[in-house]
């Protein structure tokens, strides 16, 4: 049986029990800053937790392809999962945005599982049919590429190219391909998980790619692999500061420098972890990470299943009905915490639920693969 890559589990949960915390405080009016988004150049810890996710899909893509890359026989069957489990994540993402209207005309078609379906599907494309000298180069290419188009065509209807929410070239693309009563309801003029900058996150998961295979090249130590992934991490990191002025980091343009800002830092923490787990062994405290880990994609989405369940379902309270969340919210925790520790205190407690649920499933060895 294969065995795991623990840090990467550890690495994973980690990310998406963030993933859940962010996405469910008790008040959307009261989030501690780091808790929220940048409002659009900029990054806070939350802008981190998407691309790190990605990040991991690419690193998961070298540890479970890379036996079976040089099986050519197999390459359609292989291709054909691929293509299964990328077609099921999409689904799920339509899902949780149909859910629970069930409004097939005003549905959100972009979106976090549709995203991670594109990138992993494009991604395990080429893994399986390139080299790493090769992927490298298409990381580099699709970085340029995103550029030069954001910053020199004219976006129709504006006449010059910017990076403006509205106006800039993916919202005009997203508003002509997918229209607006297709898009993020927050804005419906734009949507964060657009067409156009799909371009760069295949980017942020290449950067994991690129990083599991530097982990395994066999004629080196493992030491001296993890001190160039970290390495090559921090110079991201100084790259993307560099190119910050230019083409500033912005998670929601998904701009390239936040590919290399976001995806260095990923590697610089897998790096670390690695070391850290796998190669050190220091596992004390790492089971409640993994068990959000190995159960990932299923947390996600049923996580926001219920969020949106306690949304709607109405209870009495008083003279009006309200809905599960508020009675809950209003009478247990904001009248006994300050009003951003009473929103903070609602998430930290929904995450922890869910931990209680992953660790059953855990324990029994319950793995629901997507």
């Keep these: 049986m294969k065995k795991r890559v623990l840090s990467l589990d550890v690495f994973r949960g980690a990310t998406v029990a963030a993933m859940i915390l962010v996405n469910n405080p008790g008040s959307w009016g009261h989030i501690y800053p780091p808790l929220e988004h ?11 937790i998407f691309p790190f996710f990605i990040f991991i899909v690419g690193v998961s893509i070298v540890f479970s392809l890379q036996n079976k890359k040089s099986a050519t026989e197999q390459l359609g069957t292989l291709m054909g999962k691929i293509s299964k489990r990328a077609a099921i994540l999409f689904l799920l993402g339509l899902l949780l945005a149909l859910f629970p209207d069930f409004e097939f005309a005003t549905v959100r078609i972009p979106g976090v599982l549709q995203r991670i379906a594109v ?9 399986l049919k390139t080299k ?26 504006v006449g010059h190219p910017n990076l403006e929410p509205e106006t800039n070239l993916g919202a005009w693309i997203d508003r002509t391909l997918i229209t607006e009563a297709h898009l993020w309801k927050s804005s419906k003029t734009w949507d964060p998980e657009g067409i156009l900058s799909t371009i760069p996150a295949i980017s942020t998961c290449l950067a994991g790619v690129l990083t599991a295979q530097w982990l395994l090249r066999k004629n080196y130590s493992t030491e001296t ?15 993307a500061l560099v190119w910050d002025p230019m083409f500033p980091i912005n998670k929601s343009l998904w701009t390239s420098s936040y590919v290399l800002y976001a995806g260095g830092l990923a590697a610089v923490a897998f790096g670390i972890l690695y070391w850290m787990i796998d190669v050190k062994e ?3 405290l ?13 947390v996600f989405f049923l996580s926001g299943i219920i969020a949106k369940s306690m949304n709607t ?15 809950l919210y209003e009478s247990y925790f904001r009248p006994y915490f300050t009003e951003l520790n009473a929103s903070l205190a609602w998430a930290i407690c929904f995450v922890s639920v869910w931990f209680l649920i992953l660790w059953i ?10």
């Design 38 to 48: 940048a409002p659009w150049n900029g990054c806070t810890p939350t802008d981190l």
């Design 119 to 127: 990138v992993f599907l494009i991604s395990s494309i080429i893994f």
């Design 132 to 157: 790493f000298k090769t992927q490298g180069w298409i990381f580099g290419s699709l970085l340029i590429f995103y550029w030069m188009i954001m910053t020199i065509i004219p976006v129709p209807g």
């Design 225 to 239: 692999n993890l001190l160039g992934i970290i390495s090559a991490g921090a110079i991201a990191v100084l790259l």
């Design 282 to 284: 220091k596992k004390k």
């Design 286 to 298: 790492t089971a409640p990470f993994v068990a959000f880990g190995v159960n990932a994609i299923t």
């Design 313 to 327: 379902i109405k209870i009495s309270s008083g003279n009006e009905d309200v809905a599960l969340k508020t009675f």
């Design 361 to 370: 499933m855990y324990k029994r060895n319950i793995i629901i693969k997507v």
